[in-house]
């Protein structure tokens, strides 16, 4: 027994022990070599936010990171700003904590620069309901004036676009706002006529609101969603005022500027 005890504490058996201890420290030192220096084993980049950074900007912002990017796609927003970042990964270390190694590609989607364009559909002659989701499904916006008709109601008459008739198959950009010409039928009515000069066009649509009457805009002026409600009206045909009635159902020509 003493013997198996003296191998123990032989200067031979601390030889070996010693001799595998500095090779394990030997191994752990090179792998740490090697994976510093071959996959930068222990360093890491801050991940920076690339979000609503238009696109000639990216080069010029990573110039000095040791990061690089990769566009996958694009998406369309109507609320972003166009040409620039809407989606990142991996996301900004500020937001989630996470760092990357150097020479790490960020995947960016943008907003084009361009609308998304959309073929119009013909939606004359469908129902009222038909045609408006028909176009909100592909993110065109409506706006519905009535027209009597001796055939029926509520039955696709026009498709406008700033009081001109569009053709099935017209590229126009998402967000385009369509007339629908709606059939009030021909009801044998009349109705009382207000005079909408000095109105706004929101505020004559609002004022005819309750009333069957068809409003037709002119307004060359008039470029965006903003422009159109907020333009004054000049003159109107047929004049309308105290007293003046008009067969339900009747059009009304309105000419508005800026």
Same mark, same amino acid.
């Given at each position: 027994?003493?013997?198996?005890?003296?191998?123990?504490?032989?200067?031979?058996? /601390?030889?070996? /022990?010693?001799?595998?201890?500095?090779?394990? +420290?030997? /191994? +752990?030192?090179?792998?740490?070599?090697?994976?510093?220096?071959?996959?930068?084993?222990?360093?890491?980049? %801050? $991940?920076?936010?690339?979000? %609503?950074?238009?696109?000639?900007?990216?080069?010029?912002?990573?110039?000095? %990171?040791?990061?690089?990017?990769? +566009?996958?796609?694009?998406?369309?927003?109507?609320?972003?700003?166009?040409?620039?970042? *809407?989606?990142?990964?991996?996301?900004?270390?500020?937001?989630?904590?996470?760092?990357? %190694?150097?020479?790490?590609?960020?995947?960016?989607?943008? $907003?084009?620069?361009?609308?998304?364009?959309?073929?119009?559909?013909?939606?004359?002659?469908?129902?009222?309901?038909?045609?408006?989701?028909?176009?909100?499904?592909?993110?065109?916006?409506?706006?519905?004036?009535?027209?009597?008709?001796?055939?029926?109601?509520?039955?696709?008459?026009?498709?406008?676009?700033?009081?001109?008739?569009?053709?099935?198959?017209?590229?126009?950009?998402?967000?385009?706002?369509?007339?629908?010409? $709606? =059939?009030?039928?021909?009801? @044998?009515?009349?109705?009382?006529?207000?005079?909408?000069? @000095?109105?706004?066009?929101?505020?004559?649509?609002?004022? &005819?609101?309750? &009333?069957? &009457?068809?409003?037709?805009?002119?307004?060359?002026? *008039?470029?965006?969603? =903003?422009?159109?409600?907020? =333009? /004054? #009206?000049?003159?109107?045909?047929? =004049?309308?005022?105290? @007293?003046? #009635?008009?067969?339900?159902?009747?059009?009304?020509? #309105?000419?508005?500027?800026?």
């Amino acid at each position: 027994m003493k013997k198996f005890f003296k191998f123990f504490i032989s200067k031979q058996y /601390i030889k070996h /022990i010693l001799l595998i201890v500095g090779v394990w +420290i030997l /191994i +752990i030192v090179l792998e740490g070599w090697y994976l510093k220096s071959h996959t930068d084993f222990g360093e890491e980049v %801050k $991940v920076p936010s690339f979000y %609503k950074m238009h696109m000639d900007d990216l080069d010029q912002f990573i110039a000095d %990171k040791d990061i690089k990017y990769e +566009i996958k796609d694009s998406v369309y927003l109507d609320d972003w700003p166009k040409g620039t970042v *809407c989606w990142q990964y991996p996301k900004p270390t500020d937001s989630c904590g996470m760092c990357v %190694k150097p020479g790490r590609v960020i995947q960016l989607s943008v $907003v084009p620069m361009s609308p998304r364009m959309f073929a119009m559909p013909k939606v004359v002659d469908m129902s009222k309901r038909m045609a408006e989701t028909t176009l909100t499904s592909l993110g065109l916006r409506t706006t519905v004036t009535y027209k009597p008709h001796p055939a029926g109601k509520d039955f696709v008459m026009e498709q406008l676009v700033n009081g001109k008739t569009i053709v099935p198959g017209t590229m126009i950009p998402k967000g385009t706002r369509i007339e629908l010409v $709606v =059939a009030k039928g021909n009801t @044998g009515q009349s109705t009382p006529l207000p005079s909408l000069v @000095g109105l706004t066009i929101l505020q004559a649509q609002e004022r &005819l609101q309750s &009333l069957t &009457l068809t409003l037709h805009t002119e307004c060359e002026s *008039c470029l965006t969603d =903003a422009d159109f409600s907020s =333009a /004054i #009206i000049s003159s109107q045909s047929p =004049a309308g005022g105290e @007293g003046i #009635i008009v067969a339900a159902g009747s059009t009304i020509t #309105i000419w508005a500027t800026k």
